[in-house]
């Protein structure tokens, strides 16, 4: 037997071997992430690399991302560093994934001149070789890659095998996500979108409803909560950039926003709306083909009508209207965001002035057991307000008699002016 026929057998022993550590290693994990993790260790120890990962791509967004890595005890892990891959860079990458074929590029010397890009970016990583399998399969597409192998530099048979079972496990993260977000679902048009962003977040839309919890990034959700509440005009790259991150000097302000916008439309396609925020000509805005129903917007509308009206049972079913939309603070988990502070006091105040027309008007009209059950919601929102605490003490008289007006005056002066107190001594007086 010659040595061709020694290294053919050694390395179909070494494939089986490999196989069936990798069977023994995932036999019992049923967590898609941990089986992708054991997956990239699989190849690793099989091509002999102290890395592995999974690189995602996105040719709208024109990046690719670094999703999933697993590493050898003791090297650094490069997730956090490699979350924007220009795709500009990668020219044969791209073409190679079109035609599912591997990369292979044993020395990377050897590429210094024919792909300088590639080059100088591997060399700044401090890789020498890589191999990578392409997968392309419904909503994912992207390379499971090893770097520096140290055996079967150039073949990637393991690797397309290892890249098949990823993809399946990517597609089932996002079938895990379209399921339990379709358990929420109502039934809209295929192009109507309803955003509430009173209180805590909701996207509903045909295929289910996303929550906060589904927009585990902080990032995500500015981004989100910067394009939605501006969604009448596009958003420069260098607004949201400032915005996102404020008093930070960006070296490439379109790769930082662009690398958030590509998760953030990862975790609206789980309801199949990745298309609802596009870029256009350096900037971000709500698509165009999307009817978007944000509960401001219906709240502010609301509270307009109910001004307006003068049927008193009219006036009520607006009321309890704008009431039941204002659940909270616009984007209550990042309502301290200074870009954000003016929208949000401006619809605190919108429902205050709401409460306070709708007081008047139950009080003009007798009603002072629905005036006190808004002027109790409207405390709850703003307990210090004066004419608040002014209305309750007249309601209190109405209701409850002269003395339980008084205690609670003696407890409210303190958020009351002088002229306010007197005002309310005089008008007892007159009644």
Known sequence: MNSLENNNRAASQDFQTALGLLEERLRSLEESEDIINGLLQGAAEFYGAARASVIEADWDLKIGLLTYEWCAEGVEHQKNMLQYLAVESFPRWCEFLSLNRPVVIPDMEAIRDTYPDEYQFFQRYGVKSILAAPFSKRINQGYIAVDDPTRFQDDPTFLFIISYAVVVELNEIKLSQSIAAAQRASKYSDHDVYVNCLGDLEIRNAKGTLTEEDISSDLCLNLFALI??????ALKIERLAEALWPGDVMDNSYRSVSNIAYRLRRILSIIDLEDLIVGRHGTFVINPEYNVYTDFDRFEDNCHRMEAEVNPKAQSELYQGAVELYR??????????????????YYHNI?????????????????????????????????????????????????????????????????????QIASVKQLWKRM
């Open 228 to 233: 939605i509440t501006n969604m009448k005009r």
């Open 351 to 419: 429902f205050l002035r709401i409460i306070k027309c709708y007081i008047e008007r139950k009080m003009e009209q007798g009603d002072y057991c629905a005036a006190h059950r808004a002027v109790v919601d409207a405390m709850s929102l703003d307990p210090y307000d004066s004419e608040l605490n002014m209305d309750m003490i007249f309601i209190m008289y109405h209701r409850g008699g002269a003395e339980l007006a008084k205690s609670f005056l003696q407890t409210a002066k303190a958020h009351m002016s002088e002229e």
């Open 328 to 345: 909270g603070d616009l984007f209550s988990e990042i309502s301290y965001q200074h870009w954000l502070m003016p929208k949000t006091a």
